[in-house]
């Protein structure tokens, strides 16, 4: 079974900091990407990767980037964290066109 | 872009009771996925339909995929209880593969 690790379930920062959320999967798929979610707005896809040191902006890439240094792991980084980025991130990798494996997801509030 | 849309967004029926959900995408995207989402929980791939005319079935839920008309539906047979959850469609978009587009998913809840 393919195994998406969010290294946090809740997360609580102060408005300005920076902020690392770290996804692991253990099944050395090519492609990884960050999504947030929303209440009436779905998934909304921020940065993926296909490939290691590779990445391209989603829909919503304003105020992130991403890091893929080897090819489990993709972070996300919230340079100056915002209260408008109080959200539900989801990470998800995927072998190529297949679906998604998605992790448990981070609860991030800003304050 | 690729527009995902989903109706409806919200559903309460009875158990017992059939329904469907639909889900319309914009684009001529060749496949179709489905995943469901329990309450606090993360999203969990339920149907992959690769082709037009394709239809999966598991349980209570038939998800069919009509590319001509850019169309998937999930139906729901005899609802139970436990179907109660939130359902996203999703799309690729086809020029590069590996970037999906969600619908803003429908929330099912299935009374007795």
């Known amino acids: 079974d393919v195994k998406v690790t969010q290294s946090s379930r809740y997360l609580v920062k102060r408005t300005g900091e920076k902020v690392f959320l770290e996804c692991v999967q253990d099944?050395?798929?090519?492609?990884m990407f960050w999504y947030r979610q929303d209440p009436g707005l779905g998934l909304r896809l921020i940065y993926f990767s296909y490939d290691v040191k590779m990445k391209e902006k989603g829909d919503i890439p304003e105020g992130y980037s991403v890091s893929r240094e080897k090819k489990e792991r993709f972070s996300l980084i919230l340079e100056s964290a915002s209260t408008n980025q109080t959200s539900m991130y989801l990470c998800a990798s995927s072998p190529t066109t297949l679906s998604l494996h998605f992790g448990n997801g981070t609860r991030l509030t800003v304050t | 872009e690729l527009k995902v849309e989903q109706n409806p967004l919200f559903l309460s029926m009875q158990e017992g009771k059939n329904y469907t959900i639909y889900c319309n995408y914009s684009t001529t995207s060749d496949r179709l996925y489905w995943y469901r989402q329990d309450p606090g929980k993360s999203l969990e791939s339920l149907f992959v339909l690769l082709s037009n005319g394709a239809v999966k079935q598991e349980g209570r839920l038939m998800a069919s995929l009509d590319t001509k008309a850019r169309l998937s539906t999930l139906h729901i047979t005899a609802a139970v209880h436990d179907l109660s959850a939130t359902y996203f469609c999703?799309?690729?978009?086809?020029?590069?593969?590996?970037?999906?587009?969600f619908g803003t998913g429908t929330s099912l809840t299935v009374i007795p």
């Open positions: 999703a799309a690729p978009v086809t020029y590069t593969g590996n970037q999906f587009y």
């Open positions: 099944m050395d798929h090519e492609n």
